[in-house]
């Protein structure tokens, strides 16, 4: 079901795409001790862990933006038909998004700008679609918005083999380079204002140009943070990184900038895979940081 928030003057619908149960908490924060984990799974449970199966649940979803003039996403997740050898759950996935994405009333000629908070298989996937065995732009009309360091970074001809170089194995080929020919991707480094209260932040660490979207409308703030955040674990143990970023440190560093700014400001944090597709207002607890409030607006 989509669901819909108004903040300030824009509408934000989070439109999902998949969801399903992933690995081990210690696999995922390969940092983490059983001990920090028990101490707050009764709340993680059952949203974003089982405690059956003892796997962490994620889900991939899309944010939709709606100005008076403008219809933004924030990532576009795994997309259909895309061969990802070295992440299985993402293989040749075949999914309703596109008719999703209709329901909440948007077009994909509609879309004006696409963020890419990072160049990963389940955040850049419906980039394109396949179209007579080529793939092209999904969003005919759109501008896609990708840090120059994650072009870089995973570029096959970039000289170098990032951390996750298997599991993003043909991402560049069938996700980017289509976008980069049809002359609708755009590079940006540091900063950059998008106008309506919403601007791009470079948030390095998880990989080299990870990057979040804030917004600030009327008395409301938001902070999309991408990967900055898998599981609600990293808001109470901020130094707590994945086993998908390349620079855990970095990573650390950056979330817990962010969320201290989130704490400071009251902003919503969303998370690109936090279950049941929730939003998070955190504050300032101990070493690290605690959920005030969780939700998501019918
Ligand atoms: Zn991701």
Not at 261 to 276: D, K, N
Request: net charge negative; hydrophobic share 40%.
């Amino acid at each position: 079901m989509n669901q819909t928030l108004t903040l300030g003057s824009v509408d934000v619908t989070r439109v999902l795409e998949y969801t399903g149960a992933t690995r081990p908490p210690e696999a995922m924060f390969p940092g983490l001790d059983r001990a920090t984990w028990r101490a707050h799974e009764d709340w993680l449970a059952p949203a974003f862990w089982n405690p059956a199966t003892d796997l962490l649940q994620t889900c991939v979803q899309t944010w939709v933006l709606r100005t008076a003039d403008e219809t933004i996403l924030i990532d576009t997740g795994v997309g259909n038909h895309k061969q990802r050898p070295g992440a299985p759950a993402f293989d040749r996935l075949d999914t309703d998004f596109l008719t999703r994405l209709r329901a909440a009333g948007t077009e994909p000629e509609d879309v004006t700008t696409v963020v890419l908070t990072h160049l990963h298989a389940d955040h850049v996937g419906w980039n394109t679609r396949l179209v007579g065995g080529d793939w092209v732009p999904t969003f005919p009309n759109a501008t896609y918005l990708l840090t120059r360091a994650d072009f870089e970074y995973w570029h096959p001809e970039g000289g170098h083999r990032p951390r996750l170089a298997a599991a993003n194995e043909g991402v560049f080929d069938d996700s980017i380079r289509p976008v980069e020919r049809a002359g609708q991707l755009r590079l940006w480094e540091d900063v950059l204002e998008l106008g309506h209260g919403l601007r791009l932040e470079a948030a390095p660490g998880h990989t080299p140009g990870s990057a979040i979207l804030t917004l600030t409308s009327g008395r409301d703030h938001a902070l999309f943070v991408g990967d900055l955040l898998h599981n609600p674990i990293q808001i109470v143990a901020p130094d707590l990184s994945s086993c998908f970023c390349e620079d855990p440190s970095a990573a650390s560093t950056t979330r817990r900038r962010t969320l201290a700014r989130a704490a400071g400001q009251h902003a919503l944090v969303f998370p690109a895979h936090l279950g049941g597709g929730l939003a998070v207002e955190v504050t300032e607890a101990g070493p690290g940081f605690a959920v005030r409030r969780w939700g998501f607006g019918q």
